[in-house]
């Protein structure tokens, strides 16, 4: 009896190590298809809390969902050969996903651009239309396995330990398959090809269980699905501004990039070529160059004809008796392609001290590559970037500077680290005694406050004097002084009648009459609508969420 029982007891001994395997390998996939998803949308979305929220929430209701089916199936057919079609299916769907997410998206995109927390609710149709089905079938391994290995009555005495240890299996695997993902994958091959590697991860797990020469059909179906799909790339979308033409895209670990050429016609008939930055979504430009610079190295040249860029160069004259001789070093936290960093180099020369922090490497590869950002050369040998998240930089750096300028607030969502109280002490600490911050705060074109007034209310709470610069497209510039100026706007006139510099006097012309919203003016105590944030209290993401649905409203009407 023993020798014909030993056959059995082992082979079912190997089906459980198999079983287990395959619950671990299905840990992987099953969450690293999850990472793929925010950054197939960051191109249409962003990456902000609200869409983040979509993925998370929309991933727990596949499982959830998956869990019960899975566990109802096996019950009616504990059969190892279903649970490896399941799994396969998954693979299969997989590989369908790249074809059909440009066009989903770019119409989830358009049809709800102009609707109440558009972006939230086309994400969610996109992640519902992409990926519910390879998630949920990848889900449904989990129950089927434990089911499985519940085959006989006297299995149940071992039922806690097995669902346990079926648990820890999958969740240590989906953890190997979020890094994986993340700090490997898509940083090496991209989005698509990630997706077809699970694809085909997926499908020959199934070939290796079902030991049916028919799963070859399955593999080389996903096969010829990657084929044809990198034979038949292009761009993910077309260049997110008007009279733009896309030259370049990328992927980095934090953003899809976008580079186009610009051209910009002004009313005397010239046509001024310009190179822009556009990041996911492509709600905002993030840098500008305009290429007729490299022709003449004038400063006016390198002017956004009033963008938010163009201000920080003369934020330092609100003190009195100000000369260009006494700036002589910027902090810059988001440089993106370096169109301050630039202005300030052409203005104040090219021994100017500028460290500019970027946590995305690959913009500052960009920046160099199509920007002539010039940092680390000979023309510009002061002019560092690091590759770091900026409060953490700014915390361990130990230098001090005339200008802090903070350029990090990607629309429409902003770091909420990088808002508050205590940040802005970090800023004013870190600043000469006559220096100044510097925040460039994004507005809608009807003029809607509220967002600068919350970063103005805050920075009063720790500068003693705060001043607002209208730009002459809808941001405002808002400056915090490292120690009182009596009458910033008096100085900064008197300042301005006495710079020889035509690049200066023209931004401080347009700082004083042509604010798009009002003249440079001094934001008081009184005028502080909200109160202070703070790193336990910062509601950004409420306050913007507030602002678009004002926005979307008044478009309805």
């Known amino acids: 009896m023993a020798d014909k029982t030993f056959p059995i007891s082992a082979r079912r001994a190997g089906n459980d190590r198999l079983l287990l395997a395959v619950v671990f390998l299905a840990g992987i996939g099953t969450l690293g298809i999850e990472m793929v998803m925010p950054r197939m949308l960051a ?22 969902v998956g869990y019960r089916l899975g566990g109802v199936l096996a019950d009616r057919r504990p059969d190892w050969r279903l649970l490896f079609q399941l799994i396969g299916w998954a693979g299969l769907s997989c590989a369908i996903i790249p074809f059909i997410a440009r066009p989903i998206l770019s119409v989830a995109q358009g049809a709800l651009r102009n609707v109440a927390a558009g972006g ?28 499985l290995q519940l085959r ?16 820890a299996l999958s969740t240590i695997g989906s953890i190997i398959g979020t890094f994986l993902t993340v700090l490997v994958l898509i ?17 020959v797990l199934s070939l290796i269980g079902l030991r049916d020469p028919r799963g070859l059909l399955l593999v080389a179906t996903v096969a010829l699905l990657a084929a044809a799909y990198q034979l038949n790339t292009g761009a993910i979308k077309a260049a997110d501004c008007r009279n733009c033409r896309l030259i370049a895209e990328y992927e980095s670990d934090y953003n899809y990039i976008q580079v186009a050429e610009q051209e910009v016609t002004y009313a005397s008939g010239t046509v001024d070529r310009r190179r822009v930055l556009i990041l996911n979504e492509g709600l905002a430009l993030h840098s500008i160059y305009r290429l007729k610079y490299r022709e003449t190295g004038d400063p006016l040249d390198l002017l956004t004809d009033g963008g938010p860029w163009d201000y920080f160069t003369v934020a330092p004259y609100l003190y009195p008796n100000t000369n260009p001789a006494d700036i002589r070093s910027l902090a810059l936290l988001g440089a993106a392609a370096g169109s301050i960093a630039q202005q300030f180099l052409a203005i104040y020369g090219p021994d100017t001290v500028i460290d500019a922090v970027e946590i995305d490497r690959k913009i500052s590869e960009v920046g160099r590559r199509y920007f002539d950002m010039a940092d680390g050369t000979a023309q510009a040998p002061y002019f560092t970037t690091y590759n770091e998240d900026a409060r953490y930089w700014l915390v361990q750096t130990d230098r001090r500077y005339d200008v802090i300028g903070m350029d990090a607030y990607h629309q429409p969502y902003i770091p909420f680290h990088l808002t508050t109280v205590e940040f802005f002490q970090e800023v004013k600490a870190k600043l000469t005694p006559r220096g100044v911050a510097v925040v460039n705060a994004g507005r809608p074109a009807s003029g809607d406050d509220r967002l600068v007034n919350a970063l103005a209310s805050t920075m009063v709470a720790v500068f003693p004097q705060v001043y607002i610069i209208d730009t002459r497209f809808s941001n405002a510039i808002v400056i915090g002084v490292n120690q009182p100026v009596g009458d910033g706007v008096v100085n900064f006139i008197e300042n301005a009648a006495r710079i020889d510099i035509p690049a200066l006097q023209l931004v401080m012309y347009w700082s004083l009459y042509e604010g798009r919203f009002g003249p440079l003016r001094e934001f008081t105590p009184a005028m502080a609508q909200f109160r202070p944030f703070t790193d336990d209290h910062a509601p950004v993401e409420q306050l913007i969420d507030g602002l678009i649905f004002s926005e979307a409203g008044k478009i309805g009407q």
């Open 43 to 64: 191109p249409f979305f962003g990456t902000s809390q609200p869409i983040w929220a979509v993925v998370i929430g929309m991933t727990l209701v596949y499982l959830a």
């Open 152 to 167: 006989q009555a006297e299995d149940v005495e071992r039922a806690g330990r097995t669902a346990g240890t079926i648990s």
């Open 187 to 203: 940083p090496t091959i991209g989005v698509a090809s990630t997706l077809f590697l699970f694809a085909g991860f997926l499908v």
């Open 120 to 147: 939230f609710l086309a994400a969610l149709i996109g992640v519902i239309l992409l990926f519910a089905v390879p998630v949920t079938l990848m889900a449904m391994v989990g129950p089927f396995a434990i089911r």
